[in-house]
């Protein structure tokens, strides 16, 4: 017999259900529609109510994540809590052999920061910062006007993520040195959307 078996579908625990987490809930739905995903369990201290959990199965529900990851064994555990507890349960979860994905702002400060860094060194699994810019419907439009030679061309852009930490802080899109318009100033980003190491 010949082919290839079908992946299966990544097992998430989400923490944080309520308020933006509703987002996640409607992703992760999306997600296991198309058989990339299932969510496993849900991390909140006040219980999910199960009309917001239709179509995602029947979900372990519980206020402690180190038991409900132990429990129901996640590849993925998105952080979307309140700032302050972004970094304990990143570390928590990567700890317990979870990759996770984490809202932004990663952390409240640059010590827990680190924290979040060293724990996906020393655990080895991978720690993302949740930036949706890249499902905007401002795309599309960005993309019109560059091929229309409206605001400029492309003269550099970040595909991923940056395997060093060395590269010095640069804007994603820079404006061609030939384009008579001037940008608006823009900071650099602090955090590389595919990775948690600082630029």
Same mark, same amino acid.
């Given at each position: 017999?010949?082919?290839?078996?079908?992946?299966?579908?990544?097992?998430?625990? =989400?923490?944080?259900?309520?308020?933006?987490?509703?987002?996640?809930?409607?992703?992760?739905?999306?997600?296991? %529609?198309?058989?990339?995903?299932? =969510?496993?369990? &849900?991390?909140?201290?006040?219980?999910?109510?199960?009309?917001?959990?239709?179509? /995602?199965?029947?979900?372990? %529900?519980?206020?402690? /994540?180190?038991?409900?990851?132990?429990?129901?064994?996640?590849?993925?555990?998105?952080?979307?809590?309140?700032?302050?507890?972004?970094?304990?349960?990143? &570390?928590?979860?990567?700890?317990?052999?979870?990759?996770?994905?984490?809202?932004?702002?990663?952390?409240?400060?640059?010590?827990?920061?680190?924290?979040?860094?060293?724990?996906?060194?020393?655990?080895?699994? @991978?720690?993302?910062?949740?930036? %949706?810019?890249?499902? $905007?419907?401002?795309?599309?439009?960005? @993309?019109? @006007?560059?091929?229309?030679?409206?605001?400029?061309? &492309?003269?550099?852009?970040?595909?991923?993520?940056?395997?060093?930490?060395?590269?010095?802080?640069?804007?994603?899109?820079?404006?061609?040195? $030939?384009?008579?318009?001037?940008?608006?100033?823009?900071?650099?980003?602090?955090?590389?959307?595919?990775?948690?190491?600082?630029?």
């Amino acid at each position: 017999m010949t082919g290839s078996a079908s992946p299966r579908p990544v097992r998430i625990v =989400l923490a944080g259900a309520h308020g933006h987490g509703g987002w996640h809930l409607r992703n992760i739905r999306r997600l296991a %529609q198309d058989g990339g995903a299932t =969510l496993v369990g &849900v991390c909140d201290l006040v219980p999910v109510h199960p009309e917001a959990l239709s179509g /995602l199965g029947r979900p372990a %529900q519980g206020r402690d /994540l180190a038991r409900l990851i132990e429990d129901v064994r996640p590849d993925v555990t998105i952080v979307c809590t309140p700032i302050q507890t972004h970094a304990d349960l990143a &570390v928590l979860a990567m700890e317990a052999g979870s990759h996770v994905l984490v809202e932004k702002p990663p952390a409240p400060g640059r010590s827990e920061f680190e924290r979040m860094l060293s724990g996906a060194e020393r655990t080895g699994r @991978a720690c993302q910062v949740g930036f %949706q810019d890249l499902g $905007s419907a401002a795309l599309p439009v960005i @993309a019109r @006007a560059i091929d229309a030679d409206a605001i400029g061309r &492309v003269a550099r852009h970040s595909p991923g993520p940056r395997p060093s930490t060395s590269i010095p802080r640069r804007p994603h899109l820079a404006r061609s040195a $030939s384009s008579s318009r001037t940008p608006p100033h823009k900071t650099p980003p602090k955090w590389n959307i595919g990775s948690i190491k600082p630029l």
